[in-house]
Nanobody, 126 residues
Framework: QLQLVESGGGLVQPGGSLRLSCAAS????????IGWFRQAPGKEREGVSC????????YYADSVKGRFTISRDNAKNTVYLQMNSLTPEDTAVYYC???????????????????WGQGTQVTVSS
């Protein structure tokens, strides 16, 4: 069974950090594009960052550039999203997704992917 499972969400104060994990089972991420997306209440889903599992190329939304870092550990079949300098505007449910027939920018911009996780809540509040 093909599955993506996110973890690492929670409550953090403004200026704090969190690291999200996206673990894949049933398939390997080596040759896939993997992305992190988020959706806040009343807002459209946004592509946050995407990474190519084979060459490591990345894409970041302007809203997170310089604060978030996406990385992968193919041995663990896991992709991470390190989030620093968090603000209340980063509060959302964060989802990871994977697809083999796309590019990092296309996935993050079109929000289209074949496999999706269930999401993890990130709340930034004092």
């Amino acid at each position: 069974q093909l599955q993506l499972v996110e973890s690492g969400g929670g409550l953090v104060q403004p200026g704090g950090s969190l690291r999200l994990s996206c673990a894949a089972s049933g398939f390997t991420l080596d040759y896939d594009i993997i992305g992190w997306f988020r959706q806040a209440p009343g807002k459209e889903r946004e592509g946050v960052s995407c990474i190519d599992g084979s060459d490591g190329s990345t894409y970041y939304a302007d809203s997170v550039k310089g604060r978030f870092t996406i990385s992968r550990d193919n041995a663990k079949n896991t992709v991470y999203l390190q989030m620093n300098s968090l603000t209340p505007e980063d509060t959302a449910v964060y989802y990871c997704a994977a697809d083999s027939i796309t590019t990092v920018k296309a996935m993050c911009v079109t929000l289209r992917a074949r496999y999706w996780g269930q999401g993890t809540q990130v709340t930034v509040s004092s």
